[in-house]
């Protein structure tokens, strides 16, 4: 989180803890609604469609949570999508024996293309939802959102889009996607406070979708506007409001820096260390995803060593080893029996990063490469 939002959330919550009744009971509803104006603006949606949440996975939870299911339903997700996201479909399936279709996206060899035909290929009569990411967390690929809601219209099947890692890091328009759920989180490339995410709805549904948690007000004590629909998610109960509040900040921070100029150095940084670890580690692969596919993340594979069997625990054992030891923070995690790392481009990274971090991968004695 840049400073300057840091200082402006301090200041958000020195005014809260002045007289926190005044602030929650009286200032608070026209202070949110700001917010959703300015977030709306930048969205291109109209605000009071959106709904703030904690984080992306809330918002996917009070869809789920909000709609009526039946064991003759079916629910469309796919292979490359977020754990929590795949344990909550499976929970709601076991509660309700609604039926978990998954879309197999190919990887990695991919076009926008194979992902489109990758969701087509399950759709079914009695599919009710289909959820698709914005940006795959675990391989960091940009889907074709708004094709794939083109087509899941054409047979009359809502989608619900997990944009995750997707504000800040690609330029969003809500209205041209046209989806009828989107969630986001702030907290990662727009650098607004941690607990900060969105919900948007369209108004054929803001009538169901509800917070997973209610609180006493049924959207009518704290919200003073034309529908009611924000007003639950406004408040749920007593929370720090102030992660909400400084998206006005963080939106001039990322102003400031030009968002233009940003998206195209993260890019153009990205492809540069994804070049460098082709030619490291001897991954001809990372070339079959097309540019177009990448913003300022790519997931790349470790090659192993022959004998080294790729596990949950070897992935968290390599995590800590390389931060201990290296100093560098990156993810690693398995993903279809292989093991993985992300790596990311921010404002503040250069190239020497990724050349530590590549360093550090050919010297390890699990690595299947060794220095030139």
Sequence with gaps: MPFSVQKFQSHIRDEIEKNPVDFLARKLPSKLQEQRVCLGNWLNVEENSLAFVSNATAGVGSVLSSMHWSSDDEIIFHSHGYGWVRQALANLSARSGVVIREAKIPWPALSEGEVVSAFEAEFSEKTRLLICDHISSPTAIIFPVAEIVAS????????????????????????????????????????????????????????????????????????????????????????????????????????????????????????????????????????????????????IEWPLRHGVQASVQLARNLSEELLNKNKVEVPIFCFDNRLYFRVSAQAYNRLEDYIRLSDAIVAHRFSAVRKR
């Excluded at 219209?153 to 504000?167: C, N």
């Excluded at 639950?232 to 992660?243: A, E, I, K, L």
Aim: aromatic share 12%; glycine share 8%; proline share 4%.
């Design 152 to 299: 899941a219209k054409k047979h009359g099947i809502p989608v619900l889009v997990d944009g995750a890692h997707a504000p800040g890091l690609v330029p969003i328009d809500i209205l041209s996607i046209d989806a009828d759920f989107y969630t986001g989180n702030l907290h990662k490339w727009f650098g607004a406070p941690r607990g900060s995410a969105f919900l948007c709805v369209k108004k054929d549904f803001q009538s169901v979708v509800r917070p997973e948690s209610l609180s006493y007000s049924g959207g009518v004590t704290h919200h003073h506007h034309d529908s009611n629909f924000c007003g639950y998610f406004d408040w749920t109960g007593t929370r720090d409001f102030s992660s909400w509040l400084s998206l006005s900040s963080a939106l001039e921070f990322n102003e400031f820096l030009g968002w233009n100029e940003l998206f195209k150095k993260r890019k153009d940084l990205l492809l540069e260390a994804r070049d460098l670890f082709e030619l490291t580690l001897g991954l001809q692969e990372l070339r079959l995803t097309p540019d177009s596919m990448l913003s300022a993340m790519c997931t």
